[in-house]
C-alpha cells in the first residue's frame, strides 16, 4: 500500500504545485509514483502533459469531486508514493486529501501570511488524525525574516521539517519543461535541496 504525501495550504502563490512536481520527478527514479492534481488551477496537469518521453515514468490522475477517495484508493494499490497536489482553500476535496494522506506536507514562504495560512492546514490535519509537517519554500538567498519565521515555528512547537527549498529560477526553467530540477540540472543547489527534503520525507514516514 503507497505511502500519500498531501501537499496542502489554504494560500495560494507558495508554490504547492512547483514543490509537487519536483519531488514527484526525484521520487520516481527507482518506484512506482503517482501524482494527482485536485487543484482546479491545473497547473501540475499541464506540467504532465509537458514531460518528455525519456523522462522518468509517472502515473497521473485529475480525478476530482465525488470520485476522489475511489481514485486514491485505485492509485494507492498500485505504487509506492502518490503525491496529491490540493486545491488553495479548505473545501470538501481538501479534506478528502488530507484524510487520505499519510503526511500533510505544508509550503510556508518565510512570512508572515504564509504562517498564518498554515495553522488552517494544521488544524485540518489535526482535525483529520494526520501527521503534518511545515517545509520553508521559495525562501531567499539573503532574507532575515527566514531566521524570524524559523524561530516563530520553532518556538510554537510547530512541525518544521529541516530541509528547505530556496527561490531559484531553475525550479521555474524545469517546470516549463515538464521536468524536475533533480531531472533538468542534478547537480544544482537546487536539485540537491529537493533531495534533502525528500530523503528527510522518507525518513519521517519510514
Not at 43 to 52: G, I, M, V
Not at 77 to 87: A, G, K, N, Q, T
Not at 129 to 152: E, F, M
Not at 183 to 205: D, K, N, T
Amino acid at each position: 500500500m503507497a505511502i500519500v504525501v498531501t501537499v496542502a495550504q489554504q494560500k495560494g502563490g507558495t508554490g504547492k504545485t512547483t514543490l509537487t512536481a519536483n519531488l514527484a520527478a526525484a521520487l520516481a527514479v527507482g518506484r512506482r509514483v503517482a501524482v494527482l492534481d485536485i487543484d482546479p488551477q491545473g497547473s501540475l496537469t499541464r506540467w504532465h502533459a509537458l514531460r518528455p518521453p525519456t523522462a522518468a515514468p509517472l502515473t497521473f490522475s485529475n480525478v476530482a469531486g465525488w470520485r476522489l477517495t475511489a481514485e486514491l484508493d485505485r492509485l494507492r494499490r498500485d505504487h509506492d508514493i502518490v503525491l496529491m497536489d490540493s486545491p488553495p482553500h479548505i473545501d470538501t476535496e481538501a479534506r478528502l486529501a488530507v484524510r487520505g494522506a499519510s503526511l500533510v506536507l505544508i509550503p510556508v514562504q518565510p512570512s508572515p501570511p504564509d504562517v498564518w495560512a498554515a495553522e488552517g492546514t494544521l488544524k485540518l490535519a489535526a482535525a483529520e488524525k494526520r501527521r503534518a509537517a511545515i517545509v520553508l519554500n521559495r525562501v531567499p538567498a539573503a532574507s532575515r525574516q527566514k531566521d524570524l519565521v524559523v524561530g516563530q515555528l520553532t518556538a510554537a512547537g510547530l512541525p518544521l521539517l529541516r530541509a528547505t527549498i530556496g527561490n531559484r529560477t531553475g525550479f521555474v526553467d524545469a517546470f516549463a519543461a515538464g521536468l524536475g530540477v533533480t531531472e533538468s540540472a542534478p547537480r544544482s543547489s537546487a536539485a540537491q535541496e529537493v533531495r534533502a527534503l525528500m530523503a528527510e520525507l522518507m525518513e519521517l514516514l519510514r
